[in-house]
């Protein structure tokens, strides 16, 4: 039985596609095998990301309405076979699919991957619903903002209500020198008020834009940019590793002074 | 950041009077019958679920509420007690029943009875194979509550997170934080072993000697009663406070300060 894990986070637009699409190009990396499940119907995005949008050909809505079988839905990744992705409906509204529908759908998967990542949709309505379904474990998406947080909150007591027991933190989209210049909150800020263990902190980074646009998970370049690196630790703890976090303070001082201040610490 | 970001810096520093906002009118209902409620009653537990504001719409919120009152006692129940059921006229179908008792079953709780007021409830019941008692359905004479006295202290071991908002129709004891965006409202006080960053009701039937009590007070808001304040920007060092009514309106004190100076012992006030 794989790991079902559902990457939610009250608010819109914290990351959670970008953190889905590279988490499982980067377990896939780690030799597992993954499947993601879009469950944001009606607002798909997570094929666009991978860069499979022109491959899909049935959804999850035509599994559970017997149009096709699940592995018709299932859509290889052309450059890492150990990952599949079964698309959300596009057209069709939210309500198409039940929770019951969506566990059994996550449920079936989990026999035969190692993973099943869920993208939730932002909110905690229907579509919220249905992504933490069959979930075991979930993965708490927040930027360093208090309405960010505030959302998470709301969403780590419903995961709580729900007997979904692991929960985990990504902070996304930190940037370094507002923390410094108090304009932004810190992780510990946000963990003060979460209490729930950290699993990741990704920094705010163009490149996270630019893979975005090509379709080309960050995980995936051959260098490794500090985004790509702290989704790929982020794997790597859900496999059990100790890995230390990254210093982002330094990696993102540019200034010699502070560089030299650094070397002399 | 070293402050909390969450807080508005508020008006007065500590023992201060508190603002007290204008606009604010007394409680009409207080508490009322608000929460999921565990009471242990000689060999059995009571559980009793909120009348229904409107017709069976929010089955999924209570249900939740269920899980998490569950979880708060969990280190407390008693293996294998039995459990009333009390749903006064909502309507309950045998799936729902089913959820409940499942969930029960998780810590060890067996439900064995349910006592409804609503026919299709208890014929539910009946087939999914509880003891019913079906009583007369409810006098809508909700004011008689007002004067009802205190229930147990309802003992909470939690954080109350955004969204979640704990009634109760005496003293409330929570175990953990009260995060922004949760709130507690007591009839009685409201004592927090944690960090107090929500808001908070004490007295909320209009009792004005009621208190609030929180190992660090960084309140969206606090109130007694039918007063409200907000809490100064919060000290750089934290110490347990108490929120009262004063003659000029809500105040806190440092625990000690209070015990020392403020706090008199009923048999001394007599
Ligand atoms: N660390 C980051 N640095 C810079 N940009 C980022 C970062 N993370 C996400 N973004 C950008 O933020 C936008 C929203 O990201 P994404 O679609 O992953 O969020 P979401 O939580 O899935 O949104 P929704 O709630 O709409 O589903 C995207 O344009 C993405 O490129
Ligand atoms: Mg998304």
Redesign the pocket.
Known sequence: MGRIIVIT?GK???????CTANLGMALARLGKKVALMDA?FG?R?LDLLLGLENRVVYTALDVVSGQCRLDQALVKDKRQNQLVLLPAAQSRDKDAITPDQMKQLALELSQRFDYVLVDC??GIEMGFRNAIAAAQEALV?TTPEIAAVRDADRVVGLLEANRIKTINLVV??LRPAMVQANDMMSVQDVQEILSIPLIGV?????Q??VS?NKGEPLVLADNLSL?GLAISNVARRLEGQKVDFIDLDAAYDKSLLARVRRFFR | MNADPLLKPATSPVPEPQDTEPESEAPRHGPGPSSVYFKSERDKLLLTLPKPVEPNVAWLPLWEELQQQIRAGERFWQVNSEVELIVSDRLLDQGQLQMIAAALDQVQLKLKRVNTSRRQTAMAAAAAGYAVEQESPALPLQSAANAAPLENPLYLETTIRSGTEIRHHGNVVIVGDINPGGSVIATGDILVWGRLRGVAHAGAQGNPDCRIMALQIEATQLRIANQVARTPKPPAQFYPEVAYISSEGIKLASATEFGKNIFVPPQEAL
């Open positions: 986070s819109g637009g914290v990351g959670k596609t970008t944001d607002l995005n949709p932002a998406v996304n989209r990704i920094p705010d980074d163009e996270v834009i975005t985004p």
